[in-house]
């Protein structure tokens, strides 16, 4: 399975670094994405990373901020959040895929999702 860490709460302009760890299934097999989700609003990506790690996205929205890694050997994905602001206050997820890329459908295996809260 997957499971977020990591999160809780950073005033704004700090950083925090979260984990996404598999067990169960060798993470150089998948693409890792990274989504975001705020109450009554959809799930959103907002970065991914293949396999190989020769392609990274990130929406405008973090770009530059934000960074993603992944350590196969420990079978575990990153996100280093930067300079964050209320706005990034959500629930956080990693999801594993095939095919990866920045929807959903590319993802076939979902943490449960750690919170994010941004505040002074």
């Known amino acids: 399975h997957l499971v977020e860490s990591g999160g809780g709460l950073v005033q704004p302009g700090g950083s925090l670094r979260l984990s996404c760890a598999a067990s169960?299934?060798?993470?150089?097999?998948?693409?890792i994405g990274w989504f975001r989700q705020v109450p009554g609003r959809e799930r959103q990506a907002f970065s991914c990373?293949?396999?190989?790690?020769?392609?990274?996205w990130y929406s405008e929205s973090v770009k530059g901020r934000f960074s993603v890694s992944r350590d196969d050997a420990k079978n575990t994905g990153y996100l280093k959040m930067n300079s964050v602001n209320p706005e990034n206050r959500a629930v956080y997820y990693c999801?594993?895929?095939?095919?990866?890329?920045?929807?959903?459908?590319?993802?076939?295996?979902w943490g449960r999702g750690t919170q994010v809260t941004v505040s002074s």
């Open positions: 169960g299934f060798p993470l150089d097999s998948y693409a």
């Open positions: 990373i293949s396999r190989s790690e020769d392609r990274v």
């Open positions: 999801a594993l895929g095939l095919t990866g890329g920045v929807g959903a459908t590319g993802y076939d295996y």
